[in-house]
């Protein structure tokens, strides 16, 4: 809604120095229908609970029993996490032509390197371009 109204009306600026702040916002709004729209496609995609993120369900593990749910009483549960979903990475896109100005899709894990290198090792092939040779 922000970001659609932002888009439609503009802002009204008192000055220059209004500019950066307008700019701010704008980019505000439309990450935040970014971070939305991951959310509600995770939620699709049956993600569960992971690291940083909770998902209730009435039916799922009791978190701990000093967790109550106020309304039942009870102690609140989640869903655990649908450990198939670690072997993809959801990317979302901007495509201001989507209903909801991004697109979302499962991609592949890449594997990671079998060195372990340390950091100042690893930076110096990085900065000669050794890191993308195979």
Do not use: M
């Amino acid at each position: 809604e922000s970001y659609k109204k932002i888009q439609k009306q503009g802002f009204r600026l008192e000055g220059a120095k209004d500019i950066v702040t307008a700019i701010q916002a704008e980019h505000l709004a439309l990450t935040s229908i970014a971070y939305l729209k991951a959310i509600v496609e995770l939620l699709e995609q049956g993600s569960g609970s992971r690291g940083s993120h909770l998902v209730l369900a009435g039916d799922g593990v009791e978190i701990h029993s000093d967790i109550i749910n106020k309304t039942t009483g009870k102690p609140l549960k989640f869903k655990p996490e649908n450990q198939a979903l670690r072997n993809s990475i959801l990317r979302i896109r901007y495509d201001p032509q989507a209903t909801e100005l991004f697109t979302c899709e499962n991609i592949p894990v890449r594997q990671t390197p079998a060195d372990s290198k340390a950091f100042e090792p690893a930076w110096r092939d990085f900065r000669q371009g050794k890191i993308y040779k195979s």
